[in-house]
């Protein structure tokens, strides 16, 4: 009964003052007053007119996915003109290119239990950089006693030195891990704090304040070799300790990275709980103190709301989006939290919103093939998983 009052207050805040003024804006108000005779009546020689057999709509087809699956008949890609008013309306604010920052070879491995040799740790990165993916994190230069599964981190960053085509920051919790990293050859750093006092000391065993004073000293020192520095938020939304944060905190957290000069601060639901009702409210707060080309989203699909939380962020203005190759990963502190969202999935409606990424999804679900193979499970992408399936089915007989 306790759990039920804490998922309870994850997902009801703010959702119906938020739907009336999403219906006031997108002109929709009246929908509801629509009745069905009025949709079963009206123009019956338009109705006529519109008529289409299901012969015609099993026939019909979009454009193939970026080349994949040539035996395919549809992909999230549709360039249907009778839809771009009410696209414009709903979507009019959604970024024409959006950045994806991919996590999967540090955040989607860290937690698994089975060590990953290095060279596959190294294959898996290459694998996502050929799939046009601009950022990679490779890994992270914390104590293996904490992650062992990280601490191959030197021999990571020796291997890929001369790959081309993306940028690969590494994590750092402090100085003797960013001068680690530095002797590494990384020339991007990131670092990570908690909108949660509970889960700062869980999870870096110190208050907020006091990471803060940790962090100040790693950006200055980066300052000085001109090395960008991301931060990363956890718990903007819930905490599996305190439960709902608020978004004043979010926002008061946000405003120390973005001031000691973090030049993009990721905000992650670090176990998943958000929805649409419960982020927008949380992004409304932050974009009064960081501009929004300086923020990210990074989703958990614990509850399956990752998805519509992008879409939501997107509409305020996101343009960076964390995610995870075949959806892996998940956060050793957070009990029950699941893997990110599965890039896979992230690019798959990015496509059929029309928004350019220069990702390429057939590579990319040979890079998730990859590493779930080699991990033993199957991907938890379900558009990699569907797409895979249609590559011996001809869509328009399904």
């Not at 207050?9 to 959702?15: E, G, H, P, V, W």
């Amino acid at each position: 009964m306790q759990k039920a009052k804490s998922l309870d207050k994850f997902s009801r805040s703010a959702l119906f003052p938020l739907m009336s003024n999403l219906k006031e804006s997108l002109g929709v108000a009246k929908f509801a007053s629509i009745g069905v005779n009025s949709l079963k009546g009206g123009n019956l020689d338009y109705t006529r007119e519109k008529k289409i057999s299901r012969k015609q709509v099993r026939n019909v087809s979009c454009t193939n996915l970026n080349g994949y699956l040539s035996k395919a008949h549809y992909s999230s890609s549709c360039t249907d003109n009778s839809t771009k008013d009410l696209t414009s309306k709903l979507l009019g604010r959604v970024p024409g290119f959006v950045k994806i920052v991919e996590v999967g070879p540090r955040d989607g491995l860290q937690n698994e239990k089975n060590i990953v040799p290095a060279v596959v740790k190294v294959e898996l990165i290459k694998l996502l950089v050929s799939s046009g993916l601009p950022v990679v994190e490779a890994t992270s230069f914390v104590s293996p006693k904490w992650v062992p599964q990280l601490a191959d981190a030197k021999d990571v960053m020796a291997a890929i030195q001369n790959v081309e085509g993306a940028r690969f920051p590494v994590l750092t919790p402090n100085l003797k891990g960013f001068e680690a990293a530095v002797a590494a050859g990384a020339k991007e750093i990131a670092i990570f704090a908690s909108a949660s006092e509970s889960f700062s000391k869980l999870n870096i065993n110190c208050t907020i304040e006091d990471s803060l004073i940790r962090y100040r000293d790693v950006a200055l020192a980066a300052r000085e070799l001109s090395i960008p520095v991301r931060g990363y938020l956890s718990c903007v939304v819930g905490c599996p300790v305190e439960g709902m944060v608020p978004p004043s905190k979010v926002a008061y957290v946000s405003k120390q990275l973005y001031g000691m000069g973090c030049s993009e601060i990721s905000l992650g639901d670090t176990i998943g709980v958000g929805t649409p009702g419960t982020v927008i409210p949380m992004l409304e707060a932050v974009l009064d103190a960081v501009p929004v080309d300086k923020l990210a989203v990074h989703f958990h699909d614990t509850y399956g709301q990752a998805l519509s939380n992008i879409l939501a962020s997107l509409q305020m203005g996101i343009s960076t989006v964390d995610s995870s190759v075949s959806g892996l990963g998940g956060c050793p502190y957070a009990k029950g939290a699941s893997g990110n969202v599965a890039t896979e999935d992230v690019v798959y409606m990015l496509n059929g919103l029309g928004v350019r990424t220069n990702v390429d999804i057939r590579k990319l679900m040979i890079a998730g093939d990859f590493i779930c193979k080699h991990l033993g499970r199957t991907s938890g992408s379900k558009a990699a998983i569907a797409l895979s399936k249609t590559s011996t089915a001809n869509a328009s007989k399904l």
